[in-house]
């Protein structure tokens, strides 16, 4: 077991300080909590988009090879930056962090902060009554077990494999549950009809 700041380099996002307003077809996209999927994935088609980046310097933009951390909250989920990303900044309430490549993979920690046991442990180091959030000292202290560059490729795989399952049940679910309303249905309309009227015998 490694502590998460001996495989990672963390920094915070841009200080927004004023609302982020939307500016069609601006330079920048800006990742904010809600932009971070619970599939370890960023919704890019929702994010916000600005010319015009708080700070000093160029722009603090994103890589691939990074994964963003939600700060805040009761949900402290990740998400790996894609390859070929359009240019991107992270909001102040998110983390930044750069994996060692040599040594652990984005997916990997991704995979790795979104289980339901890392969570657990997020929710614990997390401080303030109204809106809980996370310390950066907080994130440096995290555990992670660290297998070779293959077994974490594989153990990736596995995840998406069982998310994938995951959300084929569901939707088997919902279509088992639209099955039985189209039964219930057809049995409340032969009740009717064998009598006229509605079948009053199991009425409450």
């Not at 619970?38 to 990074?66: C, F, H, Q, W, Y």
């Amino acid at each position: 077991m490694f502590q998460l700041s001996d495989l990672t380099s963390i920094r915070i996002g841009s200080p927004f300080r004023e609302r982020i307003i939307h500016q069609p077809g601006a330079a920048y996209r800006v990742v904010q909590g809600k932009d971070v999927g619970s599939d370890g994935m960023l919704l890019l088609d929702g994010m916000a988009r600005i010319n015009d980046v708080p700070g000093k310097g160029t722009p603090d933009t994103l890589a691939a090879g990074e994964l963003v951390l939600q700060t805040r909250g009761l949900s402290y989920r990740s998400a790996v930056v894609p390859k070929e990303a359009p240019p991107m900044v992270a909001a102040g309430s998110l983390f930044i962090l750069r994996p060692d490549p040599a040594r652990m993979s984005a997916e990997y920690l991704v995979f790795f902060l979104n289980l339901p046991a890392t969570q657990v442990i997020l929710r614990q180091y997390a401080t303030g009554s109204t809106i809980p959030n996370l310390r950066r000292s907080a994130i440096e202290q995290v555990q992670v077990p660290l297998p070779n560059l293959s077994d974490q490729q594989q153990l990736v795989a596995l995840s998406r494999l069982v998310r994938r399952q995951a959300d084929i049940e569901e939707r088997l679910n919902i279509l088992r549950l639209q099955e039985l309303h189209l039964l219930a249905t057809a049995r409340a309309d032969q009740a009717k009809d064998s009598t006229g009227k509605p079948d009053r015998a199991n009425a409450v």
